[in-house]
Each structure stands twice: as C-alpha cells, then as structure tokens.
Nanobody, 115 residues
Framework: VQLVESGGGSVQTGGSLRLSCTAS????????MGWYRQAPGKQDRELVAITRAGDTAYVDSVKGRFTVSRDNAKSTMYLQMSSLKPEDTAVYYCKYVDPSVGDLWGQGTQVTVSS
C-alpha cells in the first residue's frame, strides 16, 4: 500500500483546507490511520489526529477546529481543517498502520497559514 496526500496549500488565518490521503490498495477500518505534521525547524512529527474503527482522537491544539474522517470504500482518509492559525503551518503526513508490515507514510503535503 502506498499513501498519497493532497489538498495542501496557502491560506490566511481563519481559512480552511481539506487534506486527503488516498491509499493505493485496500484499507481496513480496524487499522489505525492518522495525520501528523512537522513544523518548520522541528525534527519530530507531531500527532494531529487519528482514527480507528470509528473512533477518533486529536491533539488538544486542534480540537474543535480539525475533523478526521475516512472512507474505507474509497481507501481515503480526510482532514478537514478550519479556523487555521499560523502555528498550523507544517508539512502534513498521513500514516496507515498495517499490522503485517508496520507503519506506512505518505510523502507529505505543505500547509502554510499566513497572518
């Protein structure tokens, strides 16, 4: 399975974007998928949101602003981002956890929020 993110771009503070992560093969609802981001100058990727078997969880900084969802029939996960802030600027990556092979990552998509 390969993952491809899309939907990134540049917006002003308060704007919205919807990211998509599409898998080349089948994905299964019981397997975890998530969005992570790496801010400029930071080495680590921060967990943003995860979803598994219908459950979701978010980092505190995006609660109420971001919504993660997935359409397993389309092998796609989404991240609806609203009320964007400059501190949301980062490269956003999706991850799919396949128990047989481990963590699979996409190539990332840039999100830039200007003040």
């Amino acid at each position: 399975v390969q993952l491809v993110e899309s939907g990134g771009g540049s917006v002003q503070t308060g704007g919205s974007l919807r990211l998509s992560c599409t898998a080349s093969g089948s994905i299964f609802s019981q397997n975890l998928m998530g969005w992570y981001r790496q801010a400029p100058g930071k080495q680590d990727r921060e967990l943003v949101a995860i979803t598994r078997a219908g459950d979701t969880a978010y980092v505190d900084s995006v609660k109420g602003r971001f919504t993660v969802s997935r359409d397993n029939a389309k092998s796609t996960m989404y991240l609806q981002m609203s009320s964007l802030k400059p501190e949301d600027t980062a490269v956003y990556y999706c991850k799919y956890v396949d128990p047989s092979v481990g963590d699979l990552w996409g190539q990332g998509t840039q999100v830039t929020v200007s003040s």
